[in-house]
């Protein structure tokens, strides 16, 4: 009996150890955070027709509008900061 549970156990205990050994967890932005920075990312990269996300952006690629709304995210809905005044 104990030869049949070894391997469950095992698996268990391994299982476990992955587990543990996983880097912490990034916090959730919230909907708000959310809702604001997709605003402020749609009105910097306005879309090429309105309605029609599929058509693309009139400016920048997929790869600026990403990182604009990183960096939005990043600086918790401010993406003015950490920019130099003009």
Sequence with gaps: ???????????????CLAVGALPG?????????AR???A??????PPREPGNPAAGSAKGAGRA????????VANNGNVDAGTPPK
């Design 1 to 15: 009996m104990l030869a049949n549970m070894k391997s469950p156990l095992m698996l268990l205990a391994v299982t």
């Design 25 to 33: 967890h990034a916090s959730a932005i919230t909907a708000e955070l």
């Design 36 to 38: 604001k920075c997709s």
């Design 40 to 45: 402020l990312t749609t009105k910097q990269f």
């Design 65 to 72: 509008q990403h990182g604009y709304f990183d960096k939005c």
